[in-house]
Structures are given as structure tokens and as C-alpha cells.
């Protein structure tokens, strides 16, 4: 069976430390594996207030999640502080990949990397519309 491989640049323009909760383990003792997604979005709602948006306000639209893809690659644990680092590459005309990498904080292991494709969208319109200049102009304005 072929498995998920995810290459990330070596530069992700935006970082976020998240304590892993009693609620984000599962009876194995370790971070669920559904709930790293959960764990991942907060990541997302956070790397767009770094751009001075919300996931509903994106020089007046919104997002909305196409797809995910994510490789583990060791456990996680209550009480761990994970570094997620994040950014997007993969443009297409409505849309891109928002890359993402997460660290257990004080040893620097890596615990999983992924990548969310997300396409913006108009709410009220009901319908996909092309990426915001104002995304482009501010993820520019990232270090």
C-alpha cells in the first residue's frame, strides 16, 4: 500500500503553540487521530488572524475546506506543547494548499505534517470565487 508522503518547503511563514489537552488523547494514551485535525484547524483560525482575517472574512469571503492530507510521524501526548507551523503554496485561480508541520515543543520531534487544501467562497452567493488579493498582499507581509 502506497503511503501519504507530504514534502514541506523549509520556510513556513507562520507559527502557533497548542498545549494538548486530556481531550485531544484517545484510549491509547495518545493525540486521536481525528482530533490532530482539530488541533490543525485551530492552527488555521489562528494563522488568519496573523493576516488580519477570519475564515468567514477574506477581503469579503470566506473559505472552505477541500481536502487533507496528513502523515504521522511519531506519538504526541497530554500535556505537550505542539508547534504548528504553517503557510500556503499551491495557488490555483480559487484556491491553495495550506502546508503545516507540528513539533512537540522542548525536543523539536515531529509529531505529524499535512496539508489542507482550502478554495475561498462566497457565503452568500453560494458559490467559489478567486483567491482575494488581500490574502496574496498579506501572506507576502509574513516574515
Not at 37 to 60: H, I, N, P, W, Y
Request: hydrophobic share 40%; charged share 20%; aromatic share 10%.
Amino acid at each position: 500500500m502506497t503511503r501519504v508522503q507530504i514534502k514541506l518547503p523549509e520556510q513556513l511563514s507562520f507559527s502557533t503553540h497548542i498545549t494538548l489537552y486530556q481531550s485531544h488523547i484517545n484510549y491509547g494514551g495518545h493525540l486521536d487521530n481525528a482530533l490532530l485535525l482539530t488541533v490543525v484547524s485551530e492552527a488555521r483560525v489562528r494563522f488568519f488572524k496573523a493576516l488580519g482575517c477570519t475564515e468567514l472574512d477574506v477581503g469579503g469571503v470566506g473559505i472552505i475546506v477541500s481536502d487533507a492530507a496528513l502523515q504521522y510521524r511519531s506519538e504526541a501526548f497530554q500535556g505537550e506543547v505542539m508547534v504548528v507551523r504553517m503557510g500556503a503554496a499551491n495557488f490555483s485561480r480559487k484556491g491553495c494548499d495550506l502546508l503545516w508541520c507540528m513539533n512537540e515543543q522542548s525536543t523539536e520531534r515531529e509529531v505529524a505534517r499535512g496539508k489542507t487544501g482550502i478554495v475561498f467562497f462566497d457565503y452568500a452567493g453560494h458559490k467559489t470565487v478567486p483567491v482575494p488579493q488581500v490574502f496574496l498582499d498579506r501572506l507576502a507581509q509574513l516574515p
